[in-house]
């Protein structure tokens, strides 16, 4: 009798296993092309000598993946009327990749640069800035970057991630090299080393911290911790302790929020596949109150994640979390957020978002607004989409991202 009063009064009664349902239970799509089965963070294979591979990936590159499995169909559709719009309390900004652009380096993202009107704004470096190195592409080698350290005298962030695929294109020198140039001016930084988090904001009580699936140069052994975690290899379980340690670390510093970036996700698809639901619920498990994607170099969609509420079952529509300290608390899983500055030549890779998350101290609303890489005056420069609407495939882009993302939360 004992047992059953106690399993009624169980608030959680209700729910279901959480990996006996949907992200981890889900229908893999069918009939794709081959150009979208192949993904480079999965490590499987090699650009150097699988020239097939190569070919596939660049069809991708151009074509992209657009779809995903039904279920994921049918949980963003859901997901998309339950986000909150932006609300009280801290004002932070994040953008995508920061890429090489091959021009007006300074001057390339003042245009968009109203956007950015947060207490604290984070953008993750999709290229070292190392002056001592070429920037020209075709003498570094396939794949690798370098831009003058120019690019950051125009950029409107406070903090930049340095961990990434691209973060050793020019070795262990440019990754230091690069580190200097952001220190110069003044720019906080995250993701090298013991230097895994990082403060600002009014109150200075919110932490960033930093990590990647890999680097691209898997020739160099470096003497750096990158803070590598391979989330893209889909037959293992990433072992995520030492994002554990730091989100326990930064907690004890006396921060009210985390933010956990992340470089992560398949390249130009349009969703997040579900293994990185998965691990989206994991992180925040673990302690994120934010977790913020990029990599796949195209905007994909977000969720609102409630810790510790049994009225919210796990499921299609949901992101609902259950962990053994009890705290109930409100958390927020964007998972890419494309490009802030490319050379790339599809829409969807030029139109990336910016995000902005308000925390107090866990999140209350988020708020999202595209801006688009284009030729100016002084060459290539971001400018709000909603600014480049003359043009009608642009035009078509901002419809697309409307219905893709949700409008509840656009600002």
Not at 267 to 292: M, S, T
């Given at each position: 009798m004992l047992l059953f009063l106690l399993a009624a009064c169980d608030p959680y009664r209700a729910w279901p296993e959480p990996t006996e349902v949907f992200p981890w239970v889900y229908t893999p799509e069918a009939d794709l092309e081959p150009y979208e089965e192949v993904r480079w963070e999965t490590e499987t294979w090699d650009p150097d000598t699988d020239r097939d591979e190569v070919g596939l990936y660049l069809t991708k590159?151009?074509?992209?993946?657009?779809?995903?499995?039904?279920?994921?169909?049918?949980?963003?559709?859901?997901?998309?009327?339950?986000?909150?719009?932006?609300?009280?309390?801290?004002s932070l900004n994040f953008v995508g990749d920061v890429m090489w652009m091959g021009e007006n380096w300074a001057g390339f993202a003042l245009p968009a640069s109203g956007l950015l009107?947060?207490?604290l704004r984070v953008g993750n470096l999709e290229t070292p800035t190392d002056p001592g190195s070429s920037t020209e592409p075709a003498e570094l080698g396939l794949y690798r970057y370098n831009a003058p350290p120019e690019i950051l005298d125009g950029l409107p962030l406070d903090i930049v991630q340095l961990n990434n695929n691209h973060s050793l294109d020019v070795g262990d020198s440019g990754l230091e090299a690069t580190i200097a140039e952001v220190e110069a001016r003044g720019l906080g930084w995250t993701g090298i080393d013991a230097h895994g988090v990082s403060y600002a904001g009014d109150t200075g009580d919110v932490g960033v911290i930093s990590y990647t699936w890999g680097v691209n140069r898997r020739d160099i052994t470096s003497a750096h911790d990158l803070r590598i975690i391979p989330f893209g290899h889909l037959?293992?379980?990433?072992?995520?302790?030492?994002?554990?340690?730091?989100?326990?670390?930064?907690r004890a510093l006396g921060v009210k929020s985390v933010v956990v970036l992340v470089h992560?996700?398949?390249?130009?698809?349009?969703?997040?596949?579900?293994?990185?639901?998965?691990?989206?619920?994991?992180?925040?498990?673990?302690?994120?109150?934010?977790?913020?994607?990029?990599?796949?170099?195209?905007?994909?969609?977000?969720?609102i994640c409630s810790v510790n509420?049994?009225?919210?079952?796990?499921?299609?529509?949901?992101?609902?979390?259950?962990?053994?300290?009890?705290?109930?608390?409100?958390?927020?899983?964007?998972?890419?957020?494309?490009?802030?500055?490319?050379?790339?030549?599809?829409?969807?890779?030029?139109?990336?978002?910016?995000?902005?998350?308000?925390?107090?101290?866990?999140?209350?609303?988020?708020?999202?607004?595209?801006?688009?890489?284009?030729e100016g005056e002084a060459g290539l420069e971001i400018v709000p989409l909603a600014d480049a609407l003359d043009d009608s495939e642009r035009a078509d882009e901002a419809e697309r991202l409307d219905a893709h993302l949700g409008v509840g939360w656009k600002r």
């Open positions: 590159a151009l074509l992209h993946r657009p779809g995903a499995p039904q279920e994921s169909l049918d949980h963003f559709q859901a997901m998309r009327d339950t986000l909150p719009p932006v609300s009280t309390g801290a009107d947060g207490d037959d293992e379980e990433p072992d995520l302790a030492t994002l554990a340690a730091d989100i326990e670390a930064t992560w996700g398949f390249e130009y698809e349009y969703y997040p596949d579900p293994h990185f639901l998965q691990l989206g619920r994991r992180i925040v498990a673990l302690g994120a109150d934010v977790v913020v994607g990029e990599g796949p170099h195209v905007a994909q969609p977000a969720e509420d049994p009225s919210v079952v796990p499921g299609i529509g949901t992101c609902s979390i259950r962990t053994d300290d009890g705290e109930p608390r409100t958390a927020a899983i964007l998972y890419s957020l494309g490009n802030f500055g490319t050379t790339m030549p599809t829409l969807p890779c030029q139109a990336g978002i910016v995000a902005t998350v308000t925390l107090d101290p866990d999140v209350t609303g988020l708020g999202w607004a595209a801006a688009v890489t284009m």
